[in-house]
């Protein structure tokens, strides 16, 4: 089985629509992407004991305005907001599966 990698990918209104290599698409709607970031400064980082030191993230409007985004070593898609965010990598796998989240209205 191969893996899947984007063949396509663009900023349509307020999501990203990403098409993949096995024919199916995902759409994921620019807040929730921003709010899922995984970067250590928006989703926090192990400490020594392995725990999980979560920050306090605020957000404002030009949180959630995609200004732009590269792919990152054939495995990642990493966003630029508006704010000036952008340290945040998203893998392809990670993407998939928060598009299977905002398609069945779950949210990470």
């Known amino acids: 089985m191969s893996r899947l990698t984007p063949t396509n990918i663009q900023a349509i209104g307020s999501e990203l629509a990403i098409a993949w ?3 199916t698409e995902s759409y994921l709607p620019f807040e929730m992407l921003r709010r899922a970031c995984p970067c250590a400064a928006c989703g926090g980082e192990p400490d020594v004991l392995g725990r999980v030191l979560r920050p ?3 957000y404002t409007p030009e949180s959630f305005i995609l ?3 590269a792919v ?3 495995y990642a ?3 630029a907001w508006a704010d000036g965010h952008g340290t945040g990598l998203y893998t392809f796998p990670y993407l998939q599966r ?3 989240e905002a398609a069945s209205g779950q949210t990470p």
């Open 77 to 79: 898609l990493q966003p």
């Open 21 to 23: 290599s096995d024919g």
């Open 98 to 100: 928060l598009a299977a």
């Open 67 to 69: 200004k732009g985004f």
């Open 56 to 58: 306090q993230v605020t």
């Open 72 to 74: 990152v070593g054939g």
